[in-house]
């Protein structure tokens, strides 16, 4: 079992900026594949970025350039650092762990189903 929990998220303005953290337990974090995923209103949960338990990353197409993702392996943590915020950015982030990461080699997986531990989530709030 891992146990996943984020934090960070709030209101903030258009162009503003927040960084959102993920704490993981439970397993050995350095094997783990972390994701972040956002659902919007009326909206399927979609990627948005990946951190593999190597490092590699991935992101989806609307915030690169705009979102960056990290981890720290002696912290068990996991972080968004979100830039440039849009108010298409609103959305509850969920924090997800992959445990068999390594199946992918050195990629993160952006399949919301191969993540099996979740958070309870996050909302990000962008005003225009």
């Known amino acids: 079992q891992v146990q996943v929990v984020e934090s960070g998220g709030g209101l903030v303005q258009a162009g503003g900026s927040l960084r959102l953290s993920c704490a993981a337990s439970g397993r050995t974090f350095s094997s783990l594949g972390m994701g972040w995923f956002r659902q919007a209103p009326g909206k399927e949960r979609e990627f948005v970025a990946a951190v593999s338990w190597s490092g590699v990353t991935s992101y989806a197409d609307p915030v690169k350039g705009r979102f960056t993702i990290s981890r720290d392996n002696a912290k068990n943590m996991v972080y968004l650092q979100m830039n440039s915020l849009k108010p298409e950015d609103t959305a509850v982030y969920y924090c997800?762990?992959?445990?068999?990461?390594?199946?992918?080699?050195?990629?993160?997986?952006?399949?919301?189903?191969?993540?099996?531990?979740w958070g309870q989530g996050t909302q990000v709030t962008v005003s225009s």
């Open positions: 997800g762990a992959d445990p068999d990461n390594r199946r992918l080699y050195y990629r993160p997986s952006i399949r919301h189903g191969d993540y099996d531990y």
